[in-house]
C-alpha cells in the first residue's frame, strides 16, 4: 500500500524540482523555442505568400505568352497572305510580260516575213523584167517576117529559158 500512497516528502522535492525544471525551461528554452517557432511560422507564411504570388505571376506569364503565340499565329497568317498576294502579282506581272514580248517577237516575225515576201517579189520582178528582156532582145535580133513564127519562137525561148 505504501507504493499507492505518495509520501510528503517525495511529494514536495517533486514539486520543487518540477518547479525549477519549469522557471529555467521557462526563461532559457521556451522563449526561444517560442522564438523560433513564430519565426518558422513567419518564415512558413511568407514562403506561402510568396508562392502564392509566383503561382499568380505564371498565371500572367501563361496568359501573356497565350496572347503572345495568338499574335504571331495573326503576324504568320499575315506574312503568309501577303506573300502569296506578292506571289500571285510577281507571277501576273512575269505573265504579262511575257506576252508583251511574245506580242513583240510575232510582231517583229511579222514584219522580217513581210519585208522578205516583198523583198521576193522585187527579185521575181527583176527576173521576170530580165526574162522579158532577154527574150525581147532575142526576138529582136531575129526579126522575123512572121507573126506566127515570132510568137512559136517567144514560146520556144521561154520554154529554153531556165526559171531559178
Excluded: Y
Amino acid at each position: 500500500m505504501n507504493l499507492i500512497q505518495p509520501q510528503l516528502g517525495l511529494f514536495f522535492w517533486t514539486l520543487v524540482v518540477f518547479l525549477t525544471v519549469f522557471f529555467l525551461l521557462r526563461k532559457f528554452a521556451w522563449r526561444p523555442i517560442l522564438n523560433a517557432l513564430k519565426e518558422r511560422e513567419h518564415d512558413i507564411e511568407s514562403k506561402l505568400q510568396a508562392a502564392a504570388a509566383a503561382e499568380e505571376k505564371m498565371r500572367q506569364l501563361t496568359a501573356e505568352n497565350e496572347k503572345i503565340l495568338a499574335e504571331a499565329r495573326g503576324e504568320r497568317e499575315r506574312i503568309i497572305r501577303e506573300a502569296n498576294d506578292a506571289k500571285e502579282r510577281i507571277v501576273s506581272e512575269a505573265r504579262n510580260q511575257a506576252q508583251a514580248e511574245a506580242q513583240k517577237i510575232i510582231t517583229n516575225a511579222n514584219q522580217q516575213i513581210q519585208m522578205e515576201k516583198n523583198k521576193a517579189i522585187a527579185e521575181i520582178k527583176n527576173q521576170t523584167a530580165d526574162l522579158a528582156i532577154t527574150v525581147a532582145e532575142q526576138v529582136l535580133r531575129k526579126k522575123m517576117e512572121n507573126r506566127k513564127e515570132e510568137e512559136a519562137l517567144v514560146k520556144s525561148l521561154i520554154s529554153d529559158l531556165k526559171l531559178n
